[in-house]
């Protein structure tokens, strides 16, 4: 299976504050690489797909890098509403594989 | 809009089964797959599962393999996920998703699952 390898574990930021979260593969996943927000009580929710491309509605502070084994997504100008836990994920083969989770807090 | 519309939560003794229902709208439920994603209390995303909603193929992480069972009905566009021999480590919240193939671009509420004696 493919191990993906998120840091840091959590991170503490100030509003106002630009935050990058990294994310490792194992192996070559080319772009077949996504990331999530999750806050507490709610289900995930997709927000940048293909390593870069932003999902609908999701605003343009954030955004995503990366392709083959390295990737990170970026949060400028944080807001109150984007303290969360985000978690990245491959699907470029089965079994799809999670990050495990970079929980973001207010400092 | 694409929905996802889980059943309610359940509580069940160990060794017994459990299916989560998933009722998809909003858009041609033959043309995206559904995962399933569980999360046990405090923890992170696991993967379990995929089923086509185009020709039922399904796919399971192997530590699920002979306990679960996944299954679509087109003419409801609903998907089930049935978990087999529950334990109490079984204890998560389920979650399906729409599964274009490359992400998973809409989730349903997600369904407790307890597993108690």
């Known amino acids: 299976d493919i191990q993906m390898t998120q840091s840091p574990s959590s991170l503490s930021a100030s509003v106002g504050d630009t935050v990058t979260i990294t994310c490792r593969a194992s192996q070559n996943i080319n772009n077949y690489f996504n990331w999530y927000q999750q806050k507490p009580g709610k289900a995930p929710e997709l927000l940048i797909y293909?390593?870069?491309s932003l999902q609908s509605g999701v605003p343009s502070r954030f955004s995503g890098t990366g392709s083959g084994t390295h990737f990170t997504l970026t949060i400028r100008s944080l807001q109150p509403e984007d303290f969360a836990t985000y978690y990245c994920q491959q699907s470029y083969r089965m079994p799809q594989t999670f990050g495990q989770g970079t929980k973001l807090e207010i400092k | 809009q694409v929905q996802l519309v889980q059943s309610g939560a359940e509580v069940k003794k160990p060794g017994a089964s459990v299916k989560v229902s998933c009722k998809a709208s909003g858009y041609p439920f033959s043309d995206y797959g559904v995962s399933w994603v569980r999360q046990a209390p405090g923890q992170g995303l696991e993967w379990m599962g995929w089923i086509s909603g185009y020709n039922g193929n399904t796919d399971f992480l192997q530590k699920f393999l002979g306990r679960v069972s996944m299954t679509r009905d087109t003419s409801t566009s609903t998907a089930y996920m049935e978990l087999r021999s529950l334990r109490y480590d079984d204890t998560a919240v389920y979650y399906c998703?729409?599964?274009?193939?490359?992400?998973?671009?809409?989730w349903g509420q997600g369904t407790l699952v307890t597993v108690s004696s």
């Open positions: 293909a390593a870069s």
């Open positions: 998703a729409r599964d274009s193939g490359s992400s998973l671009d809409h």
